[in-house]
């Protein structure tokens, strides 16, 4: 089954079409990487997908239903989840808190038993707990369930942020730019995670990256934007001896 | 170390049991002038701790609590003014009818205060919410300057510009008490709970809150409606207190009053906001002397009028500068800091009482 089928994804702002004609399928479990220089709407796609951006044409699937034009919160509960290229943590609350939202989505109390506590609502917010410190403590960020978010290290503000998109039990993980900012040694600490997330929560990932290096390593297959549109596609080492590929990353000569 | 879960809900309890004895002693044995300030601190904390939610905890700014305490203050005065007594103040038009025919006890029509004062919240809320930062103001106080001037110009509804009087004073400090618990225990059982949880993070940053799946403006405009529920019940205390209602008593000054009270208290604190809420109304009646004329040292100073709204003014651009988080910052109030505090002041260990 597919978790992910993208077809003819396009977006214009104006004049400019920022991605044209995109399409991608991810089945179970898969790591895909995609890449591309700077600008070259890797995060347009993601936008699109999680419901950030409404589609000028196409059309986006998962698990079967179509989630096209849908908002975010929406896009979320049918099951995609994302991280963002720069960190949008909820800084000033705790780590457990960060976590502890995930779930909220698949709250069934209302806002009335939750006040008055009825109907199963302490069961279901010590359910939550429970799946929040395994999730923490399985991610290796236990220690750290009662800092304040914003005062983590980086990468652990990184791993935090995988972690609370992990809570909403997304089928699809979408991670734009894992490692920003990262030197090689947390970089290489951050993909050995994310292999672990797929493996052990049998994720399908669809990851963006600007260094082309880091993903060859993870990622079974790969997509290759330039300039909106798709230049390449295929397992690693495809990619990395194709022309058109090393001309958009290096230049023509 | 923390006291038994059992221990908090007797201590809270047997505190909410100290807080309406004393307001029924107070009632009998205080002076008239000190029972009016405990009465308006009872008020104050009711709009303070909905201001809170709306602005401390979910971080939506809106100036429209004046114009929605209206909506209360109006609905509990015509509801409880006898139709003789209506026939007499409408002067300038006839009321309508069923304003003409109706009149309610108290607590109903303290209900429907609240309640109406939540369907003008939800009016104003659905669309405006979309809007952010200075939109959000300025659309807010719009709304609010627009309750007010309907308040003006429906003569046969309101009496217009002449207000109403002779509104039954059915309240008591009990009463007011009474419901400002009832209002600080729903608030902060929501803002405890994963519905509170989704607007801080709304707060915190709202694109990554719709991206965990948070749907903005439901959780949003749900916030704003309760707080304008809240806000009608006090608006409708209000009038019952003071007997009369007229659109001016609703101007923006009173948003800022709020306002001022809840960034002294730490807007995001339900326990500052109580404090403040308690130190403005006594603030505001010790400022009185700097508007009253007499003699200093022989010169004569004629008291002007409106220096305590300066001062007010003042304090409040100096708490915005200096002093943000205000007395409480986000702390709350909680038995095991009375406790471990009471313990350590008398020297004993902080173990608990097993060892003592």
């Known amino acids: 089954m597919n978790v992910l089928d993208v077809k003819g994804l396009t977006m ?57 034009g849908l908002r975010p919160d929406q896009v979320t509960a049918l099951g995609t989840a994302r991280i963002f290229q720069n960190s949008r943590l909820f800084r000033e609350l705790p780590v457990l808190d960060n976590v502890l939202i995930g779930y909220h989505v698949r709250l069934r109390s209302s806002p009335f038993d939750a006040v008055l506590r009825l109907h199963g609502y302490a069961k279901e917010e010590k359910q939550a707990l429970d799946e929040a410190m395994t999730l923490l403590t399985g991610l290796g960020l236990a220690d750290q369930v009662d800092e304040i978010a914003g005062s983590l290290p980086y990468g652990l503000q990184r791993k935090l942020e995988v972690a609370r998109a992990l809570a909403t039990k997304p089928s699809l993980l979408l991670l734009d730019e894992p490692a920003t900012g990262m030197g090689s040694e947390e970089t290489a600490e951050m993909m050995d995670f994310i292999l672990k997330v797929r493996d052990d929560f049998d994720m399908t990932i669809l990851l963006i990256e600007h260094h082309m290096q880091v993903v060859m390593g993870i990622c079974e297959r790969m997509a290759v934007l330039n300039y909106g549109k798709t230049i390449a596609k295929g397992r690693p080492e495809e990619i990395q001896n194709n022309r058109e590929v090393i001309e958009a990353y290096l230049g023509a000569n | 170390m923390k006291p038994q879960k059992k221990v908090r809900r007797a201590l809270s309890i047997a505190a909410v049991i100290a807080v309406l004895l004393f307001s029924v002693w107070a009632e009998r044995h205080m002076d008239g002038f000190q029972v009016r300030i405990i009465h308006m601190w009872g008020i104050y904390v009711i709009l303070v701790s909905s201001f809170n939610l709306i602005y401390g905890f979910t971080g939506q700014f809106s100036l429209a609590h004046a114009g929605l305490a209206a909506v209360g203050a109006y609905t509990v005065a015509l509801l409880t003014l006898s139709p003789a007594d209506k026939q007499v103040s409408f002067m300038l038009a006839p009321p309508v009818w069923p304003i003409s025919v109706v009149q309610w006890p108290l607590l109903p029509s303290l209900l429907l205060g609240g309640l109406l004062a939540a369907l003008a919240g939800f009016i104003i809320g659905a669309p405006a919410l979309r809007l952010h930062g200075d939109y959000l103001l300025i659309t807010t106080l719009g709304f609010s300057e627009i309750i007010r001037l309907l308040l003006c110009n429906l003569p046969g509804v309101t009496n217009g510009a002449m207000g109403l009087k002779g509104i039954p004073k059915d309240t008591n400090l009990t009463w007011v008490w009474g419901l400002a618990i009832i209002t600080l225990f729903i608030t902060k059982r929501l803002v405890d709970s994963s519905y509170g949880r989704a607007l801080k993070c709304i707060r915190d940053d709202e694109i990554a809150a719709e991206a965990v799946g948070v749907n903005l ?119 095991g800091g009375i406790l471990s505090r009471v313990q350590r002041l008398f020297g004993r260990p902080k173990m608990g009482g097993e060892q003592g």
């Open chain 2, 217 to 335: 403006s439901s959780h949003k405009v749900m916030a704003f409606v309760l707080s304008s529920f809240f806000v009608g019940i006090a608006g409708g205390l209000m009038s019952n207190l003071l007997g009369t209602v007229a659109p001016s008593t609703f101007k923006p000054d009173l948003t800022y009053a709020v306002i001022t009270m809840a960034v002294l208290g730490g807007v995001r604190s339900l326990t500052g906001g109580v404090l403040a809420a308690g130190i403005y109304p006594v603030a505001s009646e010790l400022l009185r002397t700097i508007e009253t004329p007499r003699q200093i040292l022989g010169i004569s100073y004629p008291g002007i009028p409106g220096l305590r709204s300066l001062a007010f003014a003042a304090m409040l651009l100096f708490l915005i500068l200096f002093y943000r988080r205000g007395l409480m910052g986000s702390n709350e109030f909680s038995w």
């Open chain 1, 12 to 68: 214009r702002f104006g004049g400019l079409t920022a991605v044209s004609d995109f399409n991608l399928t991810l089945q179970k479990g898969e790591l895909v990487g995609l890449i591309g220089p700077n600008g070259s709407g890797k995060t347009t796609v993601f936008n699109m997908i999680t419901g950030f951006y409404k589609p000028t044409q196409g059309q986006i699937i998962v698990n079967d239903r179509d989630v096209t």
